[in-house]
């Protein structure tokens, strides 16, 4: 599948504030490669992903970078990566990355440096992929499957340092609730720490 190029006008470039003012309604008129691009969710879920990752990387900071794995849209991906970009002059990050879709794959290799992608199409090897475990001080869930990627989520993070655990939670299934951990401002965005 031939895959379109970032910013090369086939959508209105965003900001972030633009992606921070996005709706469930207006993202259910987006068309499939609008999500190569642009996050999967809504702008109150990036607001809180924003806030949250701006306060763990002054933790970050002190401990050698932020080492993050992401299961997620292209999109999703490719905005984490710039958001977290940002820091690089005080804070280094390292992503790993999980998609559920073919083209993801390859778009995200394609666009982001620096990322070890998997596509896994079934729910037991995308929540389990082959990321080295007890590793990454910063886990965020976003895409499919998103019960299971919290159950396996904890085998992948390394409790003895400070860490975060992310995850978009469904508000007609509240999964997270079944995990320790606080809703962020009782918005979509769980935390765990």
Not at 105 to 119: F, K, P
């Amino acid at each position: 599948m031939d895959m379109p190029e970032i910013n090369l006008g086939q959508y209105p470039k965003r900001t972030f504030e633009d992606l921070r003012l996005q709706t469930i309604a207006s993202l259910d008129e987006c068309s499939p490669a609008y999500f190569y691009v642009y996050p999967s969710h809504p702008g109150i879920v990036v607001r809180q992903l924003h806030h949250l990752l701006s306060g763990f990387m002054f933790e970050a900071r002190k401990r050698n970078g932020l080492r993050g794995l992401i299961w997620g849209r292209a999109g999703d991906i490719a905005h984490i990566d710039r958001y977290l970009s940002q820091f690089n002059c005080s804070v280094s990050h390292e992503l790993q990355a999980v998609v559920s879709r073919p083209d993801d794959e390859d778009w995200v290799r394609s666009q982001v440096s620096d990322v070890d992608v998997w596509y896994e199409d079934c729910a037991e090897a995308y929540a389990r992929p082959p990321a080295p475990q007890n590793y990454f001080n910063c886990v965020i869930i976003m895409g499919a499957y998103r019960r299971e990627c919290l159950e396996a989520s904890f085998e992948y993070v390394n409790t003895d340092l400070p860490y975060l655990v992310l995850a978009v939670d469904d508000a007609d299934s509240p999964y997270c609730f079944d995990f320790e951990g606080k809703f962020y401002m009782g918005g979509p965005v769980w935390r765990g720490e």
